[in-house]
């Protein structure tokens, strides 16, 4: 099941991400080869690029994309380092818990007042249900992430570690180098 998520997960970024760029490419032809345009493509854009980002926020903790300051941290012992991590997941799930709370209020009002979207012939509570559903998500790969580090099989910290991945990038480009000569 979760390898399932997982893929979804991928897909729906991927898939708004390529329908971002091929509604703007069209329009961008429509508008400077025919002298018009989709009345509703910028507010398609605008929706699709929030479900990505929203969607983007719970993928970023999966694969530990999301920056962070932890030079210090990692100089504590592991014990230490794991508190840390747990410390920040919590100090996370309770913003999320927030935004979750607030973006619920904020579509179940949409919903009830039937408000459409200014372009698009859609409830506009339909298109911003990707706030209740990105902060959903994203409690959950918190979760997932501290179930984690409870039991030693996670990283201790949601932060990548960019120095490194780019050490062993530049070893494995060197060694391709010297492998190639």
């Known amino acids: 099941m979760l390898r399932f998520y997982n893929r979804l997960e991928e897909l729906l970024i991927a898939a708004l991400f390529a329908g971002m760029t091929l509604l703007t490419f069209i329009q961008v032809v429509l508008r400077y080869v025919f002298g018009t345009g989709l009345l509703w493509a910028l507010e398609a ?105 409870v039991r030693g099989t996670g990283a201790p910290l949601l932060v990548g570690d960019e120095a490194k991945d780019i050490l062993e990038e530049f070893e494995e480009h060197a060694n391709s180098e010297g492998g190639s000569r």
């Open 45 to 149: 854009t605008i929706y699709m690029f929030a479900w990505m980002v929203l969607l983007g926020i719970s993928y970023g903790v999966r694969e530990r994309a999301h920056i962070g300051v932890d030079a210090a941290v990692r100089l504590l012992p592991m014990r230490w380092q794991r508190v840390v991590g747990m410390i920040g997941v919590v100090v996370c799930l309770v913003y999320a818990g927030y935004m979750l709370y607030g973006s619920w209020s904020y579509v179940e009002r949409l919903h009830r007042m039937g408000v459409l979207a200014e372009d698009i012939p859609l409830p506009r509570w339909l298109l911003t249900s990707g706030l209740v559903i990105g902060m959903t998500l994203f409690i959950l790969r918190l979760l997932q992430a501290a179930w984690g580090i």
